[in-house]
């Protein structure tokens, strides 16, 4: 027996030291597991924090102008942007032991186990606010294990690279609060149309219970069942010491209004500028579709709401409802390119297209003043004199002759200046110019001023025959504007990625490109526009919408069978309007033919209304100003019976005078240096008669 009983005992310690090693050995196997899941969690480093949010557009001043989501409002605020109530409401009756835990809560999790055992069914969750982030951030809903083990090292991802305030930040701008609301925010807004930064304790305690059950806890579904949550809530919220017994019966007993409203505008402000906003994203800033629908973004754009107001408002005054014309309109602030305003139809619901930005239409004679700005680089001055007639031009290289015509076939039949030429469109003028600097000339010089669209080398393109797009015209007649300096159109100024990180920033910068005395000096030649002083044989171009502007202007119209243009600026902004048919539809009615001109004159005077009315400054160098007669060019006397006071670049102003007005006892002033044998003109004379 004796002998028995030792070899029992041997064995008896044999068993438990295999059972101790084996022990041990899945001690360390487990170990080794731990620490690689840790190291691998390490390595993998910190997952993003990032959940599909709308997107926000905002105008020049802060306001929102719009959003892009999926039918799902979502927005990202900061836990400091947050109600202290509602995040106090929340860590309770979720997990009231956050702070303390790595992600699981070993004591809860044991406590549901036993409870569920006892009523052998699922009765008692005990997942942690980083269990339930990781959850929403990452995975389906189902109930696999994998789908568990997935979650739980997502969790230990989550602990170990974030703090617990980013993931209380997180947790709270994720959750579902029911009706298309996800986080705090958008579920404030939309219960209680007010920031979750302002809820009262009474709002919190009922919001923080909608997440159990969103179609059972919502107010809106069943307010007695929501007061039921709210109040297990507060008294949580009074056993884990946040509030007072009092604090929570008052705020049990406070009743609430709801309102039940997405606050965001059913019809978004500006939408074909919103378009363009988010055109610029993907083709400027380089993000994909999904980033800037549903990245969380917060654009901060050039929009100025006053102005696009004003600037809808004079396209629904002036174009007829009953019209299917379309209008393209874009305004700019001159000295930085931010667009302030743009129309890019009559209907953003029956067509998207924006003929603002994608339509390529032709200017008509708005191209002149490049031409002309080509021409003063070649020693033309406002003084410089063609005749104008009617005119077929030859070519000795095979091309056929091109016989352009004026406006209703009228010409001066004799000599006209070309600060005439230019304030009443004569085409015969700008043809021989463009001839005379060569066709490649006005190519060239549409490149320096950033059109970007084909331009064909034809005679006619001095007459604007060759599409451009509305939005690179304001931003040529820009480059007059602001002296020379090349301000491309901008349409954002900042984005924010959903973390308040900012990834784009707008850094001003301009780069010279003309000569500052030419800038004003065909500056001032387009205020003639809306000058009589300079009618001719035909009124100045401007003459219908004088009687509507009371400050100094600059511009050009332009015209063709299917297109009306009007383009000029003050010192403080460049508009640029078309008006045509999308099927270049020719414009036969009379009244179409002036839509333009009169929307951008009503336009600009609603939207500089209130600003100091300011003048053109000519440059401190470069320039001389003269009276002149503008009927042949020359120095001005005291009998000519129009005097107008004209600016030339330095050195090329006249040196005669005038002497067509002077009585035969008179004698004329004497000339201030000796002028030109032969006129410089009568170069281009051999191909036109």
């Known amino acids: 027996m004796e002998i028995m009983t030792d070899q029992g005992f041997r064995k008896t310690v044999k068993y438990l030291r295999a059972i101790i090693i084996i022990s041990l050995i899945g001690m360390i196997c487990m170990l080794i597991l731990l620490l690689g899941i840790l190291g691998y969690a390490k390595i993998l480093g910190a997952p993003p924090l990032a959940v599909p949010q709308s997107t926000l557009f905002f105008a020049d001043d802060g306001t929102l102008i719009g959003e892009s989501h999926s039918g799902q409002k979502r927005y990202w605020v900061g836990l400091k942007e947050i109600s202290p109530d509602l995040v106090n409401a929340t860590v309770s009756i979720e997990d009231k032991n956050f702070f303390e835990h790595h992600g699981f809560d070993y004591k809860r999790i044991a406590g549901a186990v036993l409870a ?18 990781a959850r929403n951030l990452f995975l389906e809903h ?82 007695e069942k929501a007061k039921t949550r709210q109040s297990i809530i507060l008294q949580t919220m009074v056993k884990n010491g946040y509030i007072s017994k009092k604090a929570a019966q008052t705020a049990s007993l406070t ?95 029956k067509s998207p297209f924006n003929r603002a930005v994608q339509a390529i239409r032709q200017p008509g004679s708005a191209i002149k003043p490049l031409l002309y700005y080509a021409a ?117 100024t900042k984005v924010e990625d959903y973390n308040g990180n900012v990834i784009f920033e707008r850094k001003d910068l301009t780069e010279k490109v003309l000569d500052p005395a030419k800038a004003f000096v065909l500056t001032q030649m387009l205020t003639g526009v809306f000058d009589s002083k300079l009618n001719g044989y035909a009124k100045v171009t401007g003459s219908t919408v004088i009687k509507d502007i009371t400050r100094p202007y600059a511009g050009k119209s332009g015209s063709t069978e299917t297109d009306s243009w009007m383009i000029g600026y003050s010192p403080q902004l460049v508009t640029a309007v078309w008006a045509g048919y999308d099927m270049g539809k020719p414009l036969e009615v009379t009244v179409e033919k002036t ?38 060019g020359k120095l001005a006397t005291k009998d000519c019976p129009v005097r107008r006071f004209t600016y030339f670049v330095a050195g090329t102003e006249p040196a005669e005078y005038c002497t067509d007005h002077l009585h035969h006892s008179d004698k004329a002033p004497a000339k201030k240096h000796e002028e030109k044998k032969v006129p410089w003109y009568k170069k281009i004379m051999p191909w036109g008669h």
Not at 116 to 133: L, N, R
Not at 378 to 390: D, I, K, L, N, V
Request: a positive charge; charged letters at 20%; glycine letters at 8%.
């Open 116 to 133: 569920d055992m006892k009523a052998f069914a699922k009765v008692q969750g005990a997942s942690t606010i980083t269990q339930q982030y």
């Open 142 to 223: 189902d109930k696999t294990w994998k789908r568990k083990l997935t979650e739980a090292f997502y969790t230990i991802r989550l602990e170990m690279n974030y703090t617990k305030q980013d993931i209380l930040e997180g947790y709270l701008n994720t959750i579902y609060y029911g009706n298309g609301a996800y986080g705090v925010e958008a579920a404030s807004q939309y219960y209680y149309g007010k920031k979750a930064a302002d809820l009262t304790l009474a709002e919190a305690s009922m919001l923080a219970g909608i997440p159990k059950g969103p179609g059972i806890y919502s107010p809106l579904a069943s307010m």
């Open 255 to 349: 009743p609430l209004t709801l309102t039940g409203v997405h606050t965001t505008q059913k019809v978004k402000v500006a939408p074909y500028f919103q378009d363009a906003v988010k055109n610029a994203l993907k083709n400027q800033l380089h993000l994909d579709d999904r980033t800037i629908a549903l990245g969380g973004l917060k654009v901060f754009t050039t929009l100025n709401r006053k102005q696009q107001e004003a600037a809808e408002n004079q396209v629904n005054r002036f174009v007829a409802n009953s019209s299917e014309i379309q209008i393209g309109l874009v305004a700019m602030d001159p000295k930085n390119g931010y667009v302030h305003a743009m129309v890019g139809g009559r209907d953003y619901e």
């Open 376 to 492: 003063l680089e070649h020693g033309f001055t406002p003084s410089s004199t063609m005749r104008s007639e009617f005119t077929t031009f030859h070519f000795d290289n095979g091309q056929a002759d091109y016989t352009p015509h004026n406006f209703n076939n009228k010409y001066a039949d004799g000599e006209v200046t070309l600060a005439q030429a230019l304030a009443v469109s004569d085409n015969i003028f700008a043809v021989k110019t463009h001839l005379f600097l060569g066709e490649e000339t006005l190519i060239e010089t549409a490149k320096k001023f950033g059109l970007s669209t084909k331009m064909a080398k034809v005679p006619s393109l001095a007459l604007g025959t060759s599409g451009v797009r509305v939005i690179e015209m304001a931003g040529a007649y820009s480059l007059l504007a602001n002296g020379g300096k090349r301000v491309n159109p901008i349409l954002i």
């Open 595 to 632: 839509y333009a001109k009169n929307v951008w004159a009503n336009f600009m005077e609603e939207a500089l209304e209130g600003k100091p009315v300011k003048a053109f400054k000519p440059p401190k160098d470069g320039v001389v100003g003269v009276y002149v007669n503008p009927v042949n």
